[in-house]
């Protein structure tokens, strides 16, 4: 079998998973040469237009191909927020595949200037702060247009106070989703 998608490869490793409760021996010979670049990445599943699992890193120390297979099954069986994605699903499920740009360390002068910047661009943030850290992908964007509510949602998800974001000691790390 020749894997020419990164959806393909995904769906391949949690159908996989889900018969034989072992990950997939994927040789490098069945993927596309894009696939075998080191890149980090994270995996979006939906059933019925509904978020089921979103694992990932933001670490590209391994070929893409195999943060794939990983964080294909970690979203299907792993995701803490869900339940362990049931085979009956897999007619229904939607899988998108997050290839992220190196982060970059965003410093702003102000809470003003970050927040016209965020609107501007719309990129993907990591926030780190009080030892806590948490990430929104670009496509966030889509639900949480306005920029402060963004925020305050991903310092929720960080565990951290809502207002967090307008620490100065917390940090900002920015990326892109790179796009086919």
């Known amino acids: ?14 159908e996989f998973f889900l018969k034989t409760g072992r990950p997939p021996a994927v ?14 990445c994270f995996v979006s599943l939906y059933v019925g237009g509904q978020l089921r699992g979103c ?16 964080y294909s099954i970690e979203s299907a ?6 339940s362990p ?3 009956k699903e897999l007619k229904d499920l939607k899988i998108e595949v997050s290839v992220l740009t190196p982060l970059s360390r965003y410093k702003p002068d102000s809470s003003e200037a970050l927040l016209n910047y965020l609107k501007e661009k719309k ?5 780190k702060f009080a030892g806590r850290q948490a990430l929104f992908l670009p496509q966030v964007w889509e639900k949480l247009a306005e920029p ?16 967090s974001w307008e620490e100065k000691t917390v940090e ?7 796009k086919d």
């Open 77 to 82: 069986v792993h995701d803490w927020r869900f």
């Open 1 to 14: 079998m020749r894997f020419k998608t990164k959806e393909e490869l995904a769906r391949f490793a949690i």
């Open 27 to 40: 040789e490098p010979l069945t993927v596309e040469e894009d696939l075998k670049e080191k890149k980090a």
């Open 55 to 70: 694992v990932g890193t933001v670490e590209a120390d391994k070929p893409l191909y195999q943060q794939i297979i990983k």
């Open 85 to 87: 994605l049931a085979e």
């Open 148 to 163: 402060s509510e963004f925020l305050k949602e991903l310092c929720l998800k960080a565990g951290v106070a809502a207002k």
């Open 172 to 178: 900002f790390w920015l990326f892109e989703v790179e």
């Open 123 to 127: 990129p993907g943030v990591l926030i």
